[in-house]
């Protein structure tokens, strides 16, 4: 059986037909795991095609996962699973329960017809690079979470263009790619302001930013808050070894040090929210309920999800900002 037809005046490209055909050869079971495919050149000359357009069908069947390739040889079949028709690369820095929001949102919109593989880089620029390189031409999509890692953008810029969407954080080395993203100096700095009033009944604004893991534009929308409205505050690297004074307000970012304020607490019997003040940042089930409640300041990790899907499906090359909110709870 012809593995491959392409037919003039069908009105469909014919890199399309290619694929196609070798798809319905695979369904058909023709053509089983690990068998070659005919060679670029033999497809050109049979068919009188270009190689570019070989190639390019070639390497849309290489990106879903169906076919690789071993050089000098040519191609074969990886996968006899057709119906995948897009295969995505998902990038996290680490999973925590608000990223796993994001995760569970994102495939729940995204549809049946995708698989997903998800890594993690842990903050590290050489697990990055080597994450990145080595799914490099085998992907439809690439969804990145670049961080504040120094040379991120060079990396990510070795990426197909066109196949690239930046995630929660950008900068302006990535203006060029679409993002869904949160934009952590203005957030901050509206939540503080939504909350002012409260604020305003205590002495001092404490903010814990260790300044590995958190984006810079926590800090910088902090610091201006504090400025534009008198607040007398500190930023401070670490919560070891500090006691809670009255009249304070923490503005703590990682979950980590919201723990250690609230054991600190405790062990010197003063009171949430009346004692001293705590905002956490990014919403958890358990903020709810955890010492009657902890505010936060969060952006909606679901829509974040469902809005990264719909760019996909709907091929959105925009720069969109995902919304932030103050919740206020008893905390503060």
Do not use: W
């Not at 690369?89 to 995708?114: A, H, M």
């Not at 679901?302 to 932030?324: D, F, P």
Request: net charge positive; hydrophobic share 40%; with cysteine.
């Amino acid at each position: 059986m012809k593995i491959i037809t392409v037919q003039n005046n069908q009105g469909i490209p014919k890199y399309k037909q290619i694929i196609s055909s070798i798809e319905k050869t695979i369904e058909d079971g023709y053509l089983k795991k690990d068998e070659k495919l005919p060679s670029i050149n033999k497809v050109c000359l049979e068919f009188s095609l270009s190689r570019d357009t070989v190639l390019q069908a070639y390497d849309e069947l290489k990106k879903r996962g169906i076919i690789y390739a071993i050089l000098g040889k040519g191609y074969y079949i990886k996968s006899t699973e057709v119906r995948i028709k897009q295969r995505i690369f998902l990038l996290f820095e680490e999973l925590n329960i608000f990223k796993e929001d994001l995760y569970n949102s994102f495939l729940e919109n995204i549809g049946k017809d995708v698989q997903v593989d998800i890594f993690f880089h842990h903050f590290n620029i050489q697990v990055f690079r080597k994450l990145i390189n080595d799914s490099n031409g085998n992907y439809t999509k690439y969804i990145i979470m670049p961080t504040n890692l120094v040379e991120a953008a060079s990396i990510i810029k070795t990426l197909p263009v066109n196949e690239v969407i930046i995630l929660d954080q950008t900068n302006s080395e990535l203006k060029d790619y679409p993002a869904i993203y949160q934009n952590h100096k203005k957030d901050i700095y509206n939540g503080l302001l939504k909350g002012k009033s409260k604020l305003s009944k205590y002495e001092k604004l404490i903010m814990i930013f260790p300044g590995f893991r958190e984006p810079l534009g926590m800090k910088m929308g902090f610091d201006n808050f504090c400025k534009d409205y008198a607040f007398n505050y500190e930023v401070i690297t670490e919560f070891k070894n500090r006691e809670i004074k009255k009249g304070e307000v923490y503005i703590i970012p990682s979950d980590r040090d919201l723990v250690l304020v609230i054991e600190k607490a405790k062990l010197q019997n003063l009171k949430i929210g009346s004692d001293f003040g705590i905002i956490s940042y990014n919403e958890s089930p358990l903020k709810k309920i955890v010492e009657n409640g902890i505010t936060t300041i969060s952006t909606n990790f679901v829509a974040m999800g469902k809005i990264l899907a719909e760019m996909i499906l709907k091929g959105k090359k925009e720069q969109i900002e995902n919304k932030s909110a103050l919740i206020i709870r008893n905390s503060l």
